[in-house]
Every structure is written in C-alpha cells, then in structure tokens.
C-alpha cells in the first residue's frame, strides 16, 4: 500500500514540473520526482515490477524497430 502511495506521490510531482515554467523548480521537481517513483518501485510487490519491466522492454523494442525503419531503406 505504501508503494502505491510513492508512486502516486511521484507521478503527482511530474506532473507539477511539467506545468511550472521556472527552470530550477522544474529541474527539483523531476529530481524529486524520480527519487519518490523509485523507491515507490522498489517497495511495490514483485509481480508489478516484473509486469512493468516486461511493458517497459517491450515499449522500448517497438520504439527502437520504428526509429530503424522495421529494416526498411529509407531515402
């Protein structure tokens, strides 16, 4: 339960950053952010990690295949 709190804690400060228009605030905010949302992970259950490195591999394959043409030539 405390994980689920963490990570919405840290999703809560990204959001914050994203919409503040001074840099400093925003550069705190995303480095606070980042330490909240990973010990939010650190702390949630086994399963939701695995799920989540699973997503996140996945999501960066497919990001990759697309920035490589799918082994397409590209003119």
Same mark, same amino acid.
């Given at each position: 339960?405390?994980? %689920?709190?963490?990570l919405l804690i840290g999703l809560a400060t990204f959001f914050f950053a994203w919409k503040t228009k /001074? /840099? $400093?605030?925003? $550069? +705190?905010?995303? *480095?606070?952010g980042t330490i909240v949302l990973v010990w939010g992970f650190a702390l949630a259950p086994l399963s =939701?990690? %695995? %799920?989540? /490195? $699973?997503?996140? *591999? %996945?999501? +960066? =394959?497919?990001?990759c295949m697309r920035c490589l043409g799918c082994g397409f030539k590209q003119d």
């Open positions: 339960m405390s994980s %689920l709190v963490f /001074e /840099e $400093i605030h925003r $550069i +705190a905010a995303m *480095v606070v =939701f990690q %695995l %799920l989540f /490195e $699973i997503i996140s *591999v %996945l999501a +960066a =394959f497919f990001v």
